[in-house]
């Protein structure tokens, strides 16, 4: 963390800030996962009128870096010209704009949250108290297999994207083939997941509520495996 020669004033208008701040609400749906989250305009509704009201600002840069990532730095601002600011680094899925576009704003929501201490209201915390007992399904060879990875939560948003693409495209649209042409184009090669562990077993794992898709692009496949081989 950096920071100004002195921050007693932001410090002192940073105490009475947070004391008005409430949770960033969680109002963002995943539905393959049957939860919420709180996205970086939560974050901001639930900072920006108690950080006006004492005198602070915030500003969020980009800074370059060689590897595969975003650097985004949160610089939190007083009017006597004080400042403090932290950096955080946020590894990129794809080398495109929806792949740099989501690593900037997970960053720039983490950032914030960190520097300024603002919890998601009923965090993950507060849901594991109230979990009830895990009980055993179908899904638990998936499921174990998947111990153990890593899946960066940037990544894994744009999974959750695809994954619900590929559900309207089956079930809504009853169209597997198109969902089969999706889910070719789309997918990452290992040397452009920055992660250790597998990008279908992640995705197997989002859509395993949603067994009529993943039935259906393993048997459109199937299909045209056969066709391949029949020379069609």
Known sequence: MNKSDSIASLAKSLAIAQGQMGGAVKGKAN??????????????EA?????????????????PSERNEIIVETVLMHESGEWLSGTLAMPVSKA????????????????????????SEDDDGNAAAKAK???ENKHAPVNAAMEGVVIPDNIMEELRFLASELVDLVEAKN????ARDL?????????ELPV????MLALWQILAPNSKTRSALNAEKKRRSLAAGAGV
């Open 31 to 44: 539905p393959f996962f049957k939860s919420v989250y709180a996205d970086l305009s939560s974050v901001v």
């Open 47 to 63: 900072i920006r009128e108690p950080l006006s009201a004492n005198g602070l600002s915030f500003v969020q840069v980009t800074h």
């Open 96 to 119: 495109d704009a929806q792949g740099y576009g989501s690593a900037i704003t997970y960053a720039k929501r983490y950032g914030l949250q960190g520097l300024l201490g603002v919890p």
């Open 133 to 135: 007992p895990k009980q």
């Open 175 to 178: 169209d597997p083939s198109k």
């Open 183 to 191: 889910l070719d184009s789309t997918r990452l090669t290992e040397d």
């Open 196 to 199: 250790d562990g597998d990008y």
